[in-house]
Structure formats: C-alpha cells, structure tokens
C-alpha cells in the first residue's frame, strides 16, 4: 500500500508540459478543479477524463500511475458512492432495487457515479502537477503567484518553502515508513493481522521511531540551511529564472479554450 502512494514524486522529462512555465501549470490546476466542480454532469466529467488522458500522453506518464495514485483512498471513494447510491433519493422515479430500509433510485446511481469519476479527475489532475514540475521549480511558480501578498506581509517565501519542503519529504517518509515496517515484522510484529484495534496497537512500534526520524530529518535540514547561510525571501537570486515563453501563451490559450468548453456543458446540454 505504501508504494502506491505517489503523491510529491516527480518524473524528469522533455514533453511539452515538463517544459511549461510551472506558474501556467498552477493556473491549469486550479482552473481544472474549478471546472471539475462547475461541469457536474456526465458528459462534463467524460470530457474532462479525456482531457486528463490526452495531458499524460503528452507527458509519456504511464496510466498505471493514475490507479497507483488512486488506490490508497479507494475505500473513501466507495464509501462516499455508497452513500449517494443508497440516501439521493430520485423525486418522481422508481426505485432500482428495495431492501429493508434501504432504497436505489436511478438518481442516486448517477450521483455516486458521477462523484466518484470526479474524485478520480481531481486526483488525477493535481498529481499531474507534480509529475511534471519539480519541486524546486514548483516553489519558485508559488512564491512567484503569491507574491502580491508580500505586500500586506504574509510570509510567502516562508510558506511556498514549506509546502514545497512538505512535498518533498512525503516520498522519503513513505519510504522510512516501508523500512521500520519491514525490521517490525522481522522482530515477529504481527502488522497485518488481528481485528481492527489489534491493527492499530501494532502500529504505536512503527509511529514512534517514525516520528524520531521525521524530527531528526527536519533539524539536519534546518542545519544544513544554516550553515550555508540561507535566508530567503528578499535579494535571493535563483539558478534558473521563471520566463513565460510564446509556447507558454499558446498552451495557455488553448488549455482556456478546451476548460471553458468543458465548463460551457452545464448550460449547452442542461438535460444531462
């Protein structure tokens, strides 16, 4: 289950959307997800889902990589669907099946089903990003959108330094997660069976050194940092500088013009 947690990985590249500007990347983001919420029928959704598939062709990402993503909260999705399929409640249709006090009606089927193709685009769509954009490159797309906000003096390099650092750590964690597991079991811990609450006191052995190391990792960057006299924030020079190339426009125009048809949905085909 560990290993199927790809959240923060990055996977080097040449494609058309490892070389865009990582600030068009941040705005396509947001954009999509926007558009996930505002086009929530059927054929906005499927449009997205394509969408989706044409963007991680472009980049060369296998499509395992979307179920590994997805796997580790597919009980939360079922979960979630199981409730709209058995509490929407369809006015004026019959119900699909009936038991007890549980009812199905056609609507509840369309609402879990549309809800959990739309988990799968959101999930998707944000691990895209991180696919594609280092995290280096990804804190200086965040300090760059937020710095506007310098101005009423909110920490913003502070805060992009955080979320890029709180990126990069989580496949090192997993990994450490992965090596105190296994030395565990080699002592005779019995981590993947039991009930549920034997489950999580066999946990406190692995919690305990992992949060150990997680500190011990946080001061030895927090050293590092100061020994080579890092300050951030005002008068700090980068190695690579952030240029919105014509490309940049040209998939930019094109990646407004494909989500705002797929927003348009909701109002050209209502019935749906």
């Not at 993503?69 to 199981?82: D, E, G, N």
Request: glycine share 6%.
């Amino acid at each position: 289950m560990l290993r199927d947690i790809t959240i923060g990985q990055h996977f080097p590249g040449d494609s058309i959307l490892h070389r865009c500007d990582p600030r068009l990347k941040l705005a396509a983001t947001v954009g999509f997800i926007a558009v996930l919420f505002i086009a929530g029928n059927p054929l906005g959704i499927g449009l997205a889902l394509l969408l989706l598939a044409a963007l991680y062709a472009l980049a060369h990402i296998p499509y395992k990589m979307i179920l590994k993503s997805l796997k580790p909260i597919l009980p939360l999705i079922l979960f979630t669907c199981v409730l709209n399929l058995f509490f929407v409640t369809g006015q004026g249709q019959e119900p699909l099946f009936s038991w007890w006090i549980f009812t199905v009606y056609p609507q509840g089927v369309r609402f879990a089903a549309i809800l959990a193709l739309r988990v799968v685009a959101l999930i998707a769509g944000t691990s895209l990003l991180t696919y594609t954009t280092s995290p280096i490159v990804l804190t200086d797309a965040l300090e760059s959108v937020l710095r506007p906000l310098g101005r009423l003096h909110f920490p913003v390099h502070e805060l992009a330094m955080m979320m890029t650092i709180a990126l990069r750590f989580i496949p090192t964690l997993i990994e450490e997660t992965e090596k105190i597991m296994n030395a565990q079991k080699a002592r005779g811990a019995l981590l993947d069976t039991g009930t549920v609450v034997q489950r999580v006191k066999a946990l406190v052995p692995v919690l305990v050194p992992l949060f150990l190391s997680a500190f011990r990792r946080a001061d030895e960057l927090a050293m590092a940092m100061e020994c080579r006299c890092y300050r951030g924030g005002a008068g700090r020079t980068r190695l690579k500088v952030l240029k919105f190339t014509g490309s940049d426009a040209v998939c930019a125009a094109v990646m407004a013009v494909l989500l705002a048809a797929i927003a348009a949905t909701r109002w050209l085909v209502p019935g749906l």
